[in-house]
């Protein structure tokens, strides 16, 4: 088996991949404490796995896409450390077939990559992945399968702890859907206005961005809160909440050819 992290600003993703049947069969997300030692990021390994019918000892090899410098040493170290092998480490020196064609290759993001190759895998391109994390990210995927850039815009939890922050009166509210853009209280007319006024920010941006490629090219959503938002506009297509993770899984198959789907070492 293979394991799959994405360790973004705020959370990590972790997938346990069969590349034999080419799919992510479990995945979780933890918080990315940067702080967090070696030791720390196995304590909880074998409890989730095991949580989903599987043993740590079916782990035959580790892919990391991070963004935080100090959770990639720390994953990678802990790989080393426990399984005894070193992990493949997503960055801008490894060739897996997807070209960053904007002004500096090496600024875009290894989880950036990780989500063309999985758009372009399933629904071929041009398409657009929006991440909705501590960022709402959209990748763009041109006709060829290539990252062509996109844009950065703050997340939802981003706006809404900068408002409440700054605002006496103003409190944090569940992030939900409201039902009408016209809120009647303060909770709803945070959630109109962070929520709804945040999807209308989505809605823009794809607009500029389709008429930009010439083609209604498709929207698919991911991240940690793409479960709220993704379901809430026509604009999105498409909802993939392990898109990330099975970019890293293709990925890793493209640099090795290795599946990795044996069952457990025996002890």
């Excluded at 790989?79 to 092998?85: A, K, M, P, S």
């Excluded at 909705?132 to 290539?146: I, K, L, M, Q, R």
């Amino acid at each position: 088996m293979l394991l799959a992290f994405n360790a973004n600003n705020t959370n990590t993703s972790i997938g346990l991949c069969d590349q034999t049947a080419e799919r992510v069969i479990a995945s979780w997300r933890v918080s990315t404490a940067r702080e967090r030692m070696a030791d720390e990021w196995y304590v909880f390994l074998p409890a989730l796995l095991e949580a989903a019918g599987h043993s740590i000892r079916e782990v035959r090899a580790v892919i990391i896409a991070s963004v935080v410098p100090p959770a990639t040493a720390a994953i990678a170290a802990m790989v080393q450390r426990q399984f005894g092998f070193a992990p493949t480490i997503v960055g801008p020196d490894l060739e897996f077939g997807v070209c960053a064609r904007v002004d500096n290759p090496r600024e875009v993001g290894p989880d950036r990559l990780a989500n063309t190759v999985a758009a372009y895998a399933k629904y071929g391109g041009p398409a657009i992945v929006v991440d909705f994390g501590t960022a709402t990210n959209f990748d763009v995927v041109s006709a060829a399968g290539d990252f062509i850039g996109g844009a950065i815009a703050p997340g939802l939890m981003v706006s809404l702890d900068a408002l409440t922050g700054r605002a006496a009166r103003l409190f944090s509210v569940d992030l939900a859907l409201p039902g009408s853009a016209i809120g009647t209280n303060t909770t709803t007319n945070l959630q109109a206005g962070a929520v709804l006024g945040h999807l209308a920010m989505v809605e823009g941006l794809l607009r500029r961005i389709r008429d930009e490629l010439g083609v209604d090219a498709p929207a698919i959503a991911t991240g940690g809160l793409a479960s709220i938002l993704a379901t809430g506009s026509p604009a999105i297509t498409y909802y993939e909440p392990t898109l990330t993770l099975d970019g890293l899984r293709i990925i890793y198959r493209r640099l090795t050819g290795k599946d990795h789907s044996e069952t457990a070492i025996s002890d």
